[in-house]
């Protein structure tokens, strides 16, 4: 059995050079009671591009486990194996997803491409775990952003490690409160729990932070259904905003962008996630200087290990197409098997109660979990699009010849927010 596990461990390093995991390669790592992991998600649809931009940063995050010989656990080191489950953009699709996922023996739950099917999720799995409390499973999300999933709606079985989205507004509004260009701004946003989180938020920050700067436009769309953004570019135009700010994500941001360039539209966009997935492609020259985006990482990032990091995620995936590497997702991967192992098991609880103190780090970023919500306390930069080869963009997106460079870090202990949980624990 050890020159086995051996063996499939030494298999399971080959997708850091070739290709992910085959059909051989799954059925070997169950051989040695591989840890299974559901990434639940978007992977065909309006917003394909943005599910599978997540599964090649997890399956790179799990293949640096597997690649210095899995999880440690009493009775030997055990492989990370994940397994795709389509959403297809459909909570009840997601819902299907997990029973399937549960079904199946997948114990972890991953899932962040939208809050509101994080919101089913997390009531679903909390109905279930209570049910059926032998086949527990933990959700780990990392970028369902609507700030009530670790406040009022917080779960001892629900982890998040992206900044929710008051925290990310405070990073971007830390950069707007000194853009004294800015006397107007038009808000716009997908209709949902996230989307209308950002606007709240945004217009409680523009008050306190900025008073000065007035608000010529409020207004959410569908998610995922508008093919034509011109109508809203055109308002956007004519209200002489200075300014938009946006927490749109995947097509809905690309097409934004893109109709506002072809509008005309002059201003600056503060995003939440202009800096990959088409949107600086689309917006060109025009996007020069004028867009910011808040992340937890970006590429550009003035470090040499956060350097050594990009590319060699590069060299894992060289095709710009598939550019968007996400720090925090490398992380979670991080403190998921640093948790395996303190815990000494894959006991659900247990795993639970050691992720609640895991502290990670990787080519010099870090982060560390808050017991008291289960929100990821990590640093935030804000970073502005600029020509590749500019000062501070040694790397641009997507091949598009645009990178962005860092021109605000917040520290972990500025960025973090008061929690309003109150959490049943086991």
């Given at each position: 059995m050890n020159k086995l596990r051996r063996d499939v461990l030494k298999y399971l390093q080959l997708p850091l050079l070739c290709a992910p995991l085959g059909v051989?390669?799954?059925?070997?790592?169950?051989?040695?009671?591989?840890?299974?992991?559901?990434?639940?998600?978007?992977?065909?649809?309006?917003?394909?591009?943005?599910?599978?931009?997540?599964?090649?940063?997890?399956?790179?995050?799990?293949?640096?486990?597997?690649?210095?010989?899995?999880?440690?656990?009493?009775?030997?080191?055990?492989?990370?194996?994940?397994?795709?489950?389509?959403?297809?953009?459909?909570?009840?699709?997601?819902?299907?997803?997990?029973?399937?996922?549960?079904?199946?023996?997948?114990?972890?739950?991953?899932?962040?491409?939208?809050?509101?099917?994080?919101?089913?999720?997390?009531?679903?799995?909390?109905?279930?775990?209570?049910?059926?409390?032998?086949?527990?499973?933990?959700?780990?999300?990392?970028?369902?952003?609507?700030?009530?999933?670790?406040?009022?709606?917080?779960s001892f079985w629900h982890f998040r490690f992206d900044a929710h989205a008051d925290m990310r507004m405070a990073a971007l509004m830390d950069v707007i409160k000194d853009d004294k260009a800015v006397h107007s701004a038009y808000l716009i946003g997908q209709d949902y729990s996230f989307g209308q989180a950002v606007l709240r938020e945004a217009r409680r920050q523009l008050s306190a932070q900025r008073p000065d700067i007035q608000i010529v436009g409020d207004e959410l769309h569908p998610v995922g259904r508008v093919k034509d953004f011109a109508p809203y570019a055109a308002k956007i135009q004519q209200s002489g905003a200075q300014a938009v700010i946006t927490g749109n994500w995947g097509n809905d941001l690309m097409l934004l962008v893109k109709a506002a360039r072809e509008a005309g539209y002059e201003g600056r966009f503060y995003t939440f996630y202009g800096n990959a997935l088409g949107a600086p492609a689309a917006l060109g020259e025009a996007g020069v200087g004028k867009v910011l985006a808040v992340a937890d990482w970006l590429p550009n990032v003035p470090t040499a290990e956060s350097r050594a990091f990009y590319q060699s995620f590069r060299q894992r995936f060289p095709d710009?197409?598939?550019?968007?590497?996400?720090?925090?997702?490398?992380?979670?991967?991080?403190?998921?098997?640093?948790?395996?192992?303190?815990?000494?098991?894959?006991?659900?609880?247990?795993?639970?109660?050691?992720?609640?103190?895991?502290?990670?780090?990787?080519?010099?970023?870090?982060?560390?979990?808050?017991?008291?919500?289960?929100?990821?306390?990590?640093?935030?930069?804000?970073?502005?699009?600029?020509?590749?080869?500019?000062?501070?963009?040694?790397?641009?997106?997507?091949?598009?010849g645009y990178g962005f460079k860092v021109v605000r870090e917040i520290a972990a202990s500025k960025a973090q927010m008061p929690a309003m949980c109150q959490m049943k624990r086991y």
């Open positions: 051989a390669g799954l059925a070997a790592a169950q051989a040695v009671q591989s840890i299974k992991l559901a990434l639940v998600e978007s992977l065909s649809g309006p917003f394909a591009n943005t599910g599978e931009a997540v599964f090649r940063n997890l399956l790179w995050a799990t293949e640096r486990v597997n690649a210095r010989g899995g999880v440690r656990l009493p009775g030997g080191a055990r492989p990370l194996v994940i397994a795709r489950y389509d959403s297809k953009g459909q909570n009840e699709e997601a819902l299907s997803a997990l029973r399937a996922a549960i079904d199946d023996g997948a114990r972890v739950i991953m899932q962040g491409n939208s809050s509101a099917t994080a919101a089913a999720l997390l009531d679903a799995i909390e109905k279930h775990n209570s049910r059926e409390p032998e086949r527990r499973v933990l959700y780990l999300n990392y970028s369902a952003v609507d700030p009530a999933l670790t406040n009022e709606r917080c710009p197409r598939d550019d968007y590497v996400h720090m925090r997702m490398q992380l979670m991967i991080e403190a998921l098997a640093q948790s395996l192992e303190k815990a000494g098991s894959t006991d659900t609880v247990a795993v639970a109660r050691a992720m609640e103190h895991a502290k990670v780090q990787l080519s010099g970023r870090s982060g560390a979990m808050r017991a008291e919500d289960h929100q990821f306390q990590q640093s935030l930069v804000v970073g502005v699009m600029e020509r590749k080869g500019s000062a501070g963009v040694a790397f641009d997106v997507e091949g598009s």
